[in-house]
């Protein structure tokens, strides 16, 4: 199962107030597994960049005014996002930019089915808790000593590791079948047990049992090879039949 984590950087709180994306990270998992496949972009927002916003990411216009615009980098994007499932944190905020960012660049939408809020998910998991990226990753006792500020590739690859502990993955439960007396799976009918009306015949010759009884011989003292042997009676039986 192929799903995206990812994260956005903005201008601002609302798309429909003339905000705009900065920067989008992604990172693929693969049976919640990150495969090393990332997609990372800052985009050129063609507009200012206000204090409180920078103050948040520290991404000023001097950086942005040589990046792409958005729909530069559609098609380069959608194609990463294939029909995964998307995973990020307050989900809403970061769908609303990138579908609005889509339909400036005359591209279809994604649709609202395919989120998984992980701020929902730790919410219910952690109800009264503080659930900030920052505290999650407190909880999990995930390193986030580089995050000083938001950057959508770093915090999306925080938040790919919050997910795989909120979800359970991280301790993938094996469905272990408890097992009775002789082997037999706990609950499972009971089966007849068949026996042969005659044994087979042994296919080791008295010269291979003579050979082996006298490597064991040389061995010296009590090697625990005696243990599991038949007594010496048993050779002499054998060699006489």
């Known amino acids: 199962m192929r799903e995206i984590v990812l994260d956005t950087e903005t201008t601002g709180l609302d798309p429909f107030q ?3 994306l900065i920067e989008i990270g992604c990172i693929e998992l693969v049976n919640r597994f990150p495969t090393g496949r990332t997609f990372h972009k800052y985009v050129n927002p063609e ?9 948040v990411h520290g991404i000023g216009l001097d950086k942005l005014r040589s990046e792409p615009c958005f729909d530069k980098i559609a098609d380069e994007l959608v ?6 499932p998307l995973v990020a944190h307050n989900a809403h905020f970061d769908f609303t930019f990138i579908n609005a960012e889509l339909e400036r660049a005359a ?5 609202r089915e395919r989120l998984i809020d992980t701020l929902m998910l730790a919410r219910r998991k952690h109800p009264g808790g503080s659930n900030r990226l920052d505290d999650l990753c407190a909880r999990y006792r995930i ?21 795989i502990e909120l979800i359970g993955a991280r301790q993938a439960q094996l469905g272990l079948v408890a097992m009775g007396p002789a082997g037999i799976a706990s609950g499972a009918p009971a089966m007849p047990l068949r ?3 005659m044994p087979l ?5 008295n010269a291979e049992r003579d050979a082996h009884a006298g490597f064991i011989s040389s061995l010296g003292g009590e090697p625990i090879w005696r243990d599991y042997l038949a007594p010496p009676v048993a050779y002499a039986m054998a060699g006489a039949a």
Not at 79 to 84: H, I, K, N, P, S
Request: glycine share 6%; net charge positive; hydrophobic share 40%.
């Open 18 to 20: 003339g905000h705009r």
């Open 143 to 163: 390193d986030n000593s580089r995050r000083t500020k938001h950057g959508a590739l770093l915090d999306a690859e925080l938040l790919a590791e919050i997910y």
């Open 195 to 197: 026996m042969r009306p």
């Open 201 to 205: 015949a042994s296919r080791v010759s």
């Open 107 to 111: 591209r279809r939408p994604l649709p």
């Open 79 to 84: 194609e990463f996002l294939g029909e995964a």
């Open 47 to 55: 507009r200012d960049i206000p204090a409180e916003a920078f103050a």
